[in-house]
Protein backbone atom coordinates (compact mmCIF):
# COMPACT_ATOMS: atom_id res chain seq x y z
CA UNK A 1 0.00 0.00 0.00
CA UNK A 2 1.45 3.45 -0.84
CA UNK A 3 1.50 5.72 2.46
CA UNK A 4 0.79 8.92 -0.23
CA UNK A 5 -2.18 7.71 -2.15
CA UNK A 6 -3.84 4.24 -1.31
CA UNK A 7 -6.16 2.21 -3.50
CA UNK A 8 -9.39 2.76 -2.69
CA UNK A 9 -12.16 1.36 -5.48
CA UNK A 10 -16.07 1.79 -5.73
CA UNK A 11 -17.25 -1.70 -7.33
CA UNK A 12 -20.79 -1.33 -9.44
CA UNK A 13 -22.92 -4.52 -10.13
CA UNK A 14 -25.09 -4.34 -13.31
CA UNK A 15 -27.10 -6.55 -15.20
CA UNK A 16 -29.38 -6.19 -18.31
CA UNK A 17 -27.91 -2.47 -18.58
CA UNK A 18 -29.16 -1.64 -15.12
CA UNK A 19 -27.32 -0.69 -11.90
CA UNK A 20 -27.73 -3.14 -8.73
CA UNK A 21 -26.38 -3.87 -5.05
CA UNK A 22 -26.97 -7.06 -3.77
CA UNK A 23 -26.71 -8.36 -0.04
CA UNK A 24 -24.48 -11.39 0.64
CA UNK A 25 -24.76 -11.59 -3.26
CA UNK A 26 -28.22 -12.10 -2.86
CA UNK A 27 -31.53 -9.99 -3.06
CA UNK A 28 -30.31 -7.04 -5.80
CA UNK A 29 -31.66 -3.81 -5.42
CA UNK A 30 -32.13 -1.32 -8.44
CA UNK A 31 -30.36 2.05 -8.19
CA UNK A 32 -30.35 3.31 -11.93
CA UNK A 33 -28.50 4.08 -14.90
CA UNK A 34 -24.61 2.38 -14.17
CA UNK A 35 -23.77 4.79 -16.91
CA UNK A 36 -24.37 7.82 -14.32
CA UNK A 37 -22.60 6.21 -11.90
CA UNK A 38 -19.69 6.33 -13.19
CA UNK A 39 -20.09 9.79 -14.66
CA UNK A 40 -20.64 10.71 -10.43
CA UNK A 41 -17.41 8.74 -9.21
CA UNK A 42 -15.70 11.16 -12.52
CA UNK A 43 -16.77 13.86 -10.49
CA UNK A 44 -16.02 12.54 -7.07
CA UNK A 45 -11.78 12.20 -8.67
CA UNK A 46 -12.00 8.38 -8.01
CA UNK A 47 -8.55 6.52 -9.14
CA UNK A 48 -10.31 3.69 -10.41
CA UNK A 49 -13.47 1.24 -10.59
CA UNK A 50 -14.51 -2.66 -11.22
CA UNK A 51 -17.42 -2.97 -13.00
CA UNK A 52 -18.89 -6.41 -12.64
CA UNK A 53 -22.21 -8.05 -14.67
CA UNK A 54 -23.56 -9.95 -12.26
CA UNK A 55 -25.74 -12.21 -14.42
CA UNK A 56 -23.45 -13.02 -17.69
CA UNK A 57 -21.65 -16.12 -15.85
CA UNK A 58 -24.47 -17.34 -13.84
CA UNK A 59 -26.90 -17.02 -17.20
CA UNK A 60 -23.70 -18.25 -19.44
CA UNK A 61 -24.32 -15.56 -21.88
CA UNK A 62 -21.39 -13.78 -23.43
CA UNK A 63 -19.91 -10.03 -21.70
CA UNK A 64 -22.43 -7.09 -22.64
CA UNK A 65 -20.05 -5.24 -25.24
CA UNK A 66 -22.49 -2.46 -26.09
CA UNK A 67 -22.29 -1.49 -22.03
CA UNK A 68 -18.57 -2.26 -21.69
CA UNK A 69 -18.02 0.61 -24.14
CA UNK A 70 -19.94 2.73 -22.30
CA UNK A 71 -17.94 2.11 -19.74
CA UNK A 72 -14.81 2.58 -21.21
CA UNK A 73 -15.97 5.42 -23.34
CA UNK A 74 -16.85 7.58 -19.93
CA UNK A 75 -14.58 6.41 -17.42
CA UNK A 76 -12.04 9.27 -16.72
CA UNK A 77 -10.30 6.32 -14.42
CA UNK A 78 -8.58 2.67 -15.07
CA UNK A 79 -11.49 0.07 -15.14
CA UNK A 80 -11.32 -3.37 -14.66
CA UNK A 81 -14.42 -5.46 -15.64
CA UNK A 82 -15.76 -9.11 -15.02
CA UNK A 83 -18.45 -11.01 -16.17
CA UNK A 84 -19.28 -13.93 -18.70
CA UNK A 85 -15.55 -14.12 -19.73
CA UNK A 86 -14.43 -17.50 -20.66
CA UNK A 87 -12.41 -17.51 -23.56
CA UNK A 88 -9.24 -15.79 -24.64
CA UNK A 89 -10.80 -13.97 -27.39
CA UNK A 90 -13.25 -12.28 -25.51
CA UNK A 91 -10.63 -10.92 -23.18
CA UNK A 92 -9.01 -9.87 -26.22
CA UNK A 93 -12.09 -7.99 -27.06
CA UNK A 94 -12.64 -6.33 -23.74
CA UNK A 95 -9.03 -4.66 -23.58
CA UNK A 96 -9.26 -3.35 -27.17
CA UNK A 97 -12.09 -1.70 -25.84
CA UNK A 98 -10.31 0.10 -23.63
CA UNK A 99 -10.74 -1.52 -20.47
CA UNK A 100 -7.53 -2.16 -18.19
CA UNK A 101 -7.78 -5.38 -16.13
CA UNK A 102 -10.66 -8.42 -16.66
CA UNK A 103 -11.87 -9.84 -13.27
CA UNK A 104 -11.94 -13.76 -13.80
CA UNK A 105 -14.23 -15.49 -11.53
CA UNK A 106 -16.06 -19.04 -12.49
CA UNK A 107 -14.12 -19.69 -15.64
CA UNK A 108 -10.50 -19.05 -13.60
CA UNK A 109 -10.96 -22.45 -11.89
CA UNK A 110 -8.45 -25.17 -12.77
CA UNK A 111 -6.25 -22.49 -13.88
CA UNK A 112 -6.08 -22.95 -17.58
CA UNK A 113 -7.80 -19.84 -18.71
CA UNK A 114 -5.60 -17.76 -16.17
CA UNK A 115 -2.03 -18.96 -17.35
CA UNK A 116 -2.98 -18.68 -21.22
CA UNK A 117 -4.32 -15.29 -20.63
CA UNK A 118 -1.47 -13.99 -18.65
CA UNK A 119 0.56 -15.63 -20.98
CA UNK A 120 -0.86 -13.80 -23.89
CA UNK A 121 -1.96 -10.26 -22.51
CA UNK A 122 0.27 -9.83 -19.11
CA UNK A 123 0.03 -10.84 -15.53
CA UNK A 124 -0.70 -7.09 -14.66
CA UNK A 125 -4.61 -7.13 -16.85
CA UNK A 126 -5.55 -10.48 -14.72
CA UNK A 127 -7.53 -10.52 -11.96
CA UNK A 128 -8.84 -13.44 -10.30
CA UNK A 129 -11.87 -13.02 -8.36
CA UNK A 130 -12.34 -15.04 -4.94
CA UNK A 131 -15.47 -15.08 -3.54
CA UNK A 132 -15.63 -16.59 0.03
CA UNK A 133 -18.61 -18.28 1.90
CA UNK A 134 -18.77 -20.39 5.32
CA UNK A 135 -21.37 -22.00 5.87
CA UNK A 136 -22.79 -22.69 9.60
CA UNK A 137 -21.40 -25.79 9.58
CA UNK A 138 -18.95 -26.14 7.63
CA UNK A 139 -15.18 -25.32 6.01
CA UNK A 140 -14.96 -21.99 4.42
CA UNK A 141 -15.04 -22.50 0.47
CA UNK A 142 -14.57 -20.79 -2.81
CA UNK A 143 -18.03 -19.79 -4.67
CA UNK A 144 -18.69 -19.12 -8.17
CA UNK A 145 -21.34 -17.88 -10.11
CA UNK A 146 -22.77 -15.50 -8.28
CA UNK A 147 -22.11 -17.35 -5.02
CA UNK A 148 -23.83 -20.58 -5.89
CA UNK A 149 -21.95 -22.98 -6.47
CA UNK A 150 -19.18 -24.30 -4.20
CA UNK A 151 -15.69 -25.27 -5.70
CA UNK A 152 -14.61 -27.38 -2.74
CA UNK A 153 -11.42 -25.80 -2.34
CA UNK A 154 -9.91 -23.63 0.37
CA UNK A 155 -9.66 -20.00 -0.44
CA UNK A 156 -6.10 -19.82 1.02
CA UNK A 157 -4.97 -22.79 -1.63
CA UNK A 158 -7.12 -21.53 -4.29
CA UNK A 159 -4.96 -18.25 -4.13
CA UNK A 160 -1.64 -19.67 -3.91
CA UNK A 161 -2.68 -21.79 -7.03
CA UNK A 162 -4.19 -18.65 -8.62
CA UNK A 163 -0.62 -16.30 -8.41
CA UNK A 164 1.25 -19.58 -9.74
CA UNK A 165 -1.30 -19.47 -12.68
CA UNK A 166 0.04 -16.00 -13.16
CA UNK A 167 -2.73 -13.69 -12.09
CA UNK A 168 -1.65 -10.37 -11.46
CA UNK A 169 -4.11 -9.52 -8.89
CA UNK A 170 -6.70 -11.34 -6.44
CA UNK A 171 -9.87 -9.78 -5.73
CA UNK A 172 -11.00 -11.25 -2.34
CA UNK A 173 -14.64 -10.84 -1.19
CA UNK A 174 -16.30 -12.27 2.15
CA UNK A 175 -19.69 -13.05 0.39
CA UNK A 176 -20.82 -13.27 3.91
CA UNK A 177 -20.04 -9.87 5.05
CA UNK A 178 -21.19 -8.72 1.45
CA UNK A 179 -23.01 -5.27 1.62
CA UNK A 180 -23.30 -5.46 5.95
CA UNK A 181 -20.94 -2.40 6.94
CA UNK A 182 -19.95 -4.03 9.96
CA UNK A 183 -16.43 -4.37 8.31
CA UNK A 184 -13.97 -6.59 6.62
CA UNK A 185 -12.76 -10.38 6.93
CA UNK A 186 -9.43 -8.96 8.44
CA UNK A 187 -8.60 -12.80 9.16
CA UNK A 188 -9.00 -13.81 5.96
CA UNK A 189 -7.63 -11.27 3.92
CA UNK A 190 -4.30 -11.21 6.50
CA UNK A 191 -4.23 -15.04 5.75
CA UNK A 192 -4.45 -14.53 1.56
CA UNK A 193 -2.13 -11.77 1.95
CA UNK A 194 0.76 -13.75 3.88
CA UNK A 195 0.53 -16.32 1.29
CA UNK A 196 0.62 -14.75 -2.20
CA UNK A 197 3.09 -12.19 -3.22
CA UNK A 198 0.93 -10.21 -5.68
CA UNK A 199 -1.72 -7.41 -5.02
CA UNK A 200 -4.18 -8.25 -2.97
CA UNK A 201 -7.81 -6.15 -2.93
CA UNK A 202 -10.21 -6.83 -0.23
CA UNK A 203 -14.11 -6.37 -0.48
CA UNK A 204 -17.37 -7.11 1.45
CA UNK A 205 -18.31 -5.40 4.20
CA UNK A 206 -16.89 -2.01 4.43
CA UNK A 207 -18.96 0.89 6.30
CA UNK A 208 -17.33 3.69 7.12
CA UNK A 209 -13.32 5.28 6.87
CA UNK A 210 -11.73 3.43 9.71
CA UNK A 211 -13.19 -0.17 8.41
CA UNK A 212 -10.90 0.95 4.86
CA UNK A 213 -7.81 2.30 7.40
CA UNK A 214 -8.09 -1.48 8.88
CA UNK A 215 -7.53 -3.48 5.96
CA UNK A 216 -4.93 -1.29 4.10
CA UNK A 217 -2.79 -1.63 6.83
CA UNK A 218 -3.30 -5.44 7.10
CA UNK A 219 -0.27 -6.95 5.68
CA UNK A 220 -0.07 -8.06 1.69
CA UNK A 221 -3.64 -6.24 1.07
CA UNK A 222 -2.69 -3.10 -1.52
CA UNK A 223 -6.24 -1.87 -2.10
CA UNK A 224 -9.86 -1.65 -0.32
CA UNK A 225 -12.97 -2.13 -2.73
CA UNK A 226 -16.21 -1.26 -2.15
CA UNK A 227 -19.50 -1.39 -3.38
CA UNK A 228 -22.79 -0.60 -0.77
CA UNK A 229 -20.58 2.11 1.07
CA UNK A 230 -20.39 3.91 -1.87
CA UNK A 231 -23.71 3.41 -3.59
CA UNK A 232 -25.93 3.33 -0.89
CA UNK A 233 -26.58 5.69 2.30
CA UNK A 234 -28.26 5.20 5.87
CA UNK A 235 -30.56 2.67 7.72
CA UNK A 236 -32.78 2.89 4.70
CA UNK A 237 -30.19 2.38 1.71
CA UNK A 238 -30.98 5.03 -0.10
CA UNK A 239 -29.26 5.34 -3.19
CA UNK A 240 -26.43 8.02 -3.03
CA UNK A 241 -23.30 7.89 -5.18
CA UNK A 242 -20.36 8.86 -2.97
CA UNK A 243 -16.41 8.65 -2.10
CA UNK A 244 -13.84 9.82 0.35
CA UNK A 245 -12.42 13.11 -0.75
CA UNK A 246 -8.73 13.12 -1.29
CA UNK A 247 -7.53 14.34 1.87
CA UNK A 248 -9.42 11.13 3.20
CA UNK A 249 -7.49 8.88 0.91
CA UNK A 250 -4.29 9.97 2.02
CA UNK A 251 -5.21 10.28 5.62
CA UNK A 252 -6.22 6.42 5.36
CA UNK A 253 -2.15 5.55 4.54
CA UNK A 254 -0.93 7.14 7.55
CA UNK A 255 -3.43 5.52 10.00
CA UNK A 256 -2.00 3.29 12.60
CA UNK A 257 -2.07 -0.58 12.75
CA UNK A 258 -5.00 -1.90 14.81
CA UNK A 259 -3.31 -5.82 14.21
Known amino acids: MSSLRPRVIPCLQFADGEL ?8 PQYLGDPINAVKLFNDLECDELIVCDIRASRDHREPDYAMIEEFASEAFMPLAYGGGITQLEQIRRILSIGIEKVVLGSAALGGALVRSASEVFGAQ ?7 VHKPLFGRRDVYTLSGTRA ?7 YARQMQDCGA ?14 TGYDLALTR ?14 GAGSLAHLGEVLHTPGVSAAA ?8 GKHRAPLISYPRPAEIVALGSRPRNH
Do not use: N, Y
Request: glycine share 10%; with cysteine.
Open 20 to 27: FKTRRFKD
Open 125 to 131: SIVVSID
Open 151 to 157: AGIDPVQ
Open 168 to 181: GELFVQSIDLEGAR
Open 191 to 204: EIGATVQIPVIACG
Open 226 to 233: AGTMFVLH
